[in-house]
């Protein structure tokens, strides 16, 4: 079992079931105990085997995980946060200021979206301040719980793997081979990402086209028919300023970044070699080399608590929330974070079950054997192949660790197919982020958007599919094209690629008015 398709069986298990049933706890764990199962029966272990596998490797391992457990702070931390912005009105003063600000469905929707990009830093991070900050004006305006999802989840991800400051370049970066600069490597694969922009670009044409199609549109067409605009409250009837969630944002971005480059030793001068040597640290005062080599989980910990520590200063210096107020937004943050804890602990499980029984070497032979007699359709291969693993294992990073190195190893520096491949495979990873039902980032947009998760997964999955069908065929004709140059490749790819995409959606929408009549 391990190393052969098998291995990807527990998840695919339990993607199936939650999409089934629409409860993701049960499916996630019998998907785990599947995984468990079949790694004693592969290894002989027999039941002492696989409660060890299934507690001791699985769950126990991922909740001492340093990077899992610096995840789980932060989103504590945040839901803190939000909390207290909450209680001190500062949430309800900035609805009230876009509600005068903002005059539209239209207008409401483009706003978060824009918001959405601006935050770049992380996709935990971007999920969870822009459904916080952007739900009373979303709500007024009659936009749903799960468009606001969909909203945030295509400008988390997507938005983070175009930018070259954030933690996803980061961990791109950590792939590129010896000697290579990572976040150079990063940047160049960027227009050719072809997944993450076009759904930036469907985000803007759905709003000003005015429609929705799958699932989405029954949900949409649903509020629309109860005339329900608003679900949000004040709860504590305080006297917050729109300053009142500004600063304490702010202060999470400035901090946030600050906090990443210092894990990567932008501050520090000297560093120790193995034989307590000290040398002159290559990463001081160079922000593009500090973020590379950055602990991003560590990183958001540090400048998040710092966030925290300066918002409860500010706000009992501001009087408009009492200590004792503040002291009772930790529990009640943590509160609502644990659903998104709880699905992320399992999601993580789930990740080392399939890694145990090999689906990386499974994957990555895949890729390797198709390899050789197909060049100018491995961009298109690959992308696929990284949907499917995202998909089924709930992690982009992973599938970078997978196949970026394979990328890397099959093609020389100087050929364009390289960069194609590399930026295929992230855009694939991204893809299959946002299709899957036990992705950590899929979880935290439903978290942010305060949606059911499953709801958020049906009604996202059309818009992801649609926008994927169209980025394989722009790989394709990228990987034909890439004779002429990355610049005339990129320039063909692109205007098949928009036009691709607007020839679908006035499709789309004219099927959807056929409906109506």
Same mark, same amino acid.
């Not at 089934?20 to 764990?29: G, N, P």
């Not at 983070?160 to 290579?180: H, K």
């Not at 930790?330 to 080392?352: Q, S, Y």
């Given at each position: 079992?391990?190393?052969?398709?098998?291995?990807?069986?527990?998840?695919?298990?339990?993607?199936?079931?939650?999409?089934?049933?629409?409860?993701?706890?049960?499916?996630?764990?019998?998907?785990?105990?599947?995984?468990?199962?079949?790694?004693?029966?592969?290894?002989?272990?027999?039941?002492p085997g696989f409660f060890n596998h299934l507690f001791n490797d699985g769950m126990i391992s991922q909740l001492s995980d340093s990077w899992n457990v610096g995840i789980i702070i932060f989103l504590v931390v945040l839901?803190?946060?939000?909390?207290?912005?909450?209680?001190?009105?500062?949430?309800?003063?900035?609805?009230?200021?876009?509600?005068?600000?903002?005059?539209?469905?239209?207008?409401? &929707?483009?706003?978060?979206?824009?918001?959405?990009?601006?935050?770049f830093i992380d996709d935990y991070f971007n999920c969870l301040t822009v459904g916080s900050v952007m739900k009373p004006v979303t709500t007024k305006y009659g936009v749903s719980k799960e468009k606001r999802a969909y909203?945030?989840?295509?400008?988390?991800?997507?938005?983070?793997?175009?930018?070259?400051?954030?933690?996803?370049?980061? #961990?791109?970066?950590?792939?590129?081979?010896?000697?290579?600069?990572?976040?150079?490597?990063?940047?160049?694969?960027?227009?050719?990402?072809?997944?993450?922009?076009?759904?930036?670009?469907?985000?803007?044409?759905?709003?000003?086209?005015?429609?929705?199609?799958?699932?989405?549109?029954?949900?949409?067409?649903?509020?629309?028919?109860?005339?329900?605009?608003?679900?949000?409250?004040?709860?504590?009837?305080?006297?917050?300023?729109?300053?009142?969630?500004?600063?304490?944002?702010?202060?999470?971005?400035?901090?946030?970044?600050?906090?990443?480059?210092?894990?990567?030793?932008?501050?520090?001068?000297?560093?120790?070699?193995?034989?307590?040597?000290?040398?002159?640290?290559?990463?001081?005062?160079?922000?593009?080399?500090?973020?590379?080599?950055?602990?991003?989980?560590?990183?958001? $910990?540090?400048?998040?608590?710092? #966030?925290?520590?300066?918002?409860?200063?500010?706000?009992?210096?501001?009087? $408009?929330?009492?200590?004792?107020?503040?002291? &009772?937004?930790?529990?009640?943050?943590?509160?609502?974070?644990?659903?998104?804890?709880?699905?992320?602990?399992?999601?993580?499980?789930?990740?080392?079950?399939?890694?145990?029984?090999?689906?990386?070497?499974?994957?990555?032979?895949?890729?390797?054997?198709?390899?050789?007699?197909?060049?100018?359709?491995?961009?298109?291969?690959?992308?696929?192949?990284?949907?499917?693993?995202?998909?089924?294992?709930?992690?982009?990073?992973?599938?970078?660790?997978?196949?970026?190195?394979?990328?890397?190893?099959?093609?020389?520096?100087?050929?364009?197919?390289?960069?194609?491949?590399?930026?295929?495979?992230?855009?694939?990873?991204?893809?299959?982020?946002?299709?899957?039902?036990?992705?950590?980032?899929?979880?935290?947009?439903?978290?942010?958007?305060?949606?059911?998760?499953?709801?958020?997964?049906?009604? &996202?999955?059309?818009?992801?599919?649609?926008?994927?069908?169209?980025?394989?065929?722009?790989?394709?004709?990228?990987?034909?094209?890439?004779?002429?140059?990355?610049?005339?490749?990129?320039?063909?790819?692109?205007?098949?690629?928009?036009?691709?995409?607007?020839?679908?959606?006035?499709?789309?929408?004219?099927?959807?008015?056929?409906? &109506?009549?």
């Open positions: 079992m391990i190393g052969t398709f098998w291995a990807l069986v527990p998840a695919i298990v339990a993607i199936a079931l939650a999409l089934l049933t629409k409860e993701v706890y049960s499916s996630l764990f019998i998907g785990i105990v599947i995984g468990a199962i079949f790694y004693a029966i592969d290894t002989a272990a027999g039941f839901g803190v946060m939000v909390a207290m912005m909450n209680k001190a009105g500062g949430s309800a003063a900035f609805g009230d200021w876009a509600k005068k600000h903002i005059k539209s469905k239209a207008g409401a &929707q483009v706003a978060t979206i824009f918001l959405g990009i601006l935050i909203i945030i989840a295509a400008t988390a991800a997507p938005v983070c793997i175009i930018a070259p400051i954030s933690s996803w370049a980061a #961990a791109v970066s950590g792939f590129a081979s010896e000697g290579e600069n990572g976040i150079l490597l990063f940047c160049k694969a960027i227009p050719f990402n072809f997944y993450a922009i076009l759904t930036l670009a469907m985000l803007f044409i759905l709003v000003f086209m005015n429609f929705e199609y799958g699932t989405m549109e029954k949900f949409e067409t649903a509020l629309e028919a109860s005339k329900v605009t608003s679900d949000f409250e004040d709860e504590s009837g305080g006297n917050g300023k729109v300053i009142d969630l500004v600063l304490p944002i702010a202060a999470l971005i400035v901090l946030c970044v600050t906090g990443i480059i210092y894990t990567g030793g932008f501050f520090t001068k000297t560093t120790l070699g193995d034989d307590d040597a000290i040398f002159a640290n290559e990463t001081y005062l160079n922000f593009i080399e500090a973020f590379a080599g950055a602990n991003a989980s560590f990183g958001l $910990v540090i400048g998040s608590f710092a #966030a925290l520590i300066i918002t409860i200063i500010f706000y009992i210096f501001r009087r $408009v929330i009492s200590f004792k107020s503040i002291m &009772q937004s930790i529990p009640d943050g943590f509160k609502a974070m644990v659903p998104a804890i709880l699905i992320l602990t399992l999601a993580w499980t789930l990740k080392a079950m399939t890694d145990s029984l090999g689906a990386k070497d499974y994957v990555a032979g895949i890729v390797e054997g198709s390899a050789s007699g197909f060049k100018m359709f491995l961009p298109a291969i690959i992308f696929v192949i990284a949907v499917g693993l995202a998909f089924a294992t709930g992690t982009s990073w992973g599938t970078f660790g997978i196949l970026i190195p394979i990328c890397i190893a099959i093609f020389a520096p100087g050929n364009p197919l390289r960069i194609i491949s590399i930026s295929a495979c992230m855009a694939g990873a991204v893809c299959g982020d946002h299709c899957s039902p036990i992705s950590d980032t899929t979880i935290m947009a439903s978290a942010g958007a305060q949606c059911d998760h499953v709801n958020h997964v049906s009604t &996202q999955l059309p818009y992801a599919l649609s926008v994927a069908a169209i980025s394989f065929l722009t790989y394709i004709i990228s990987g034909f094209t890439q004779r002429l140059g990355l610049v005339a490749s990129g320039i063909i790819s692109w205007t098949f690629g928009f036009l691709a995409l607007f020839s679908f959606l006035i499709f789309m929408k004219k099927r959807s008015l056929r409906k &109506q009549k």
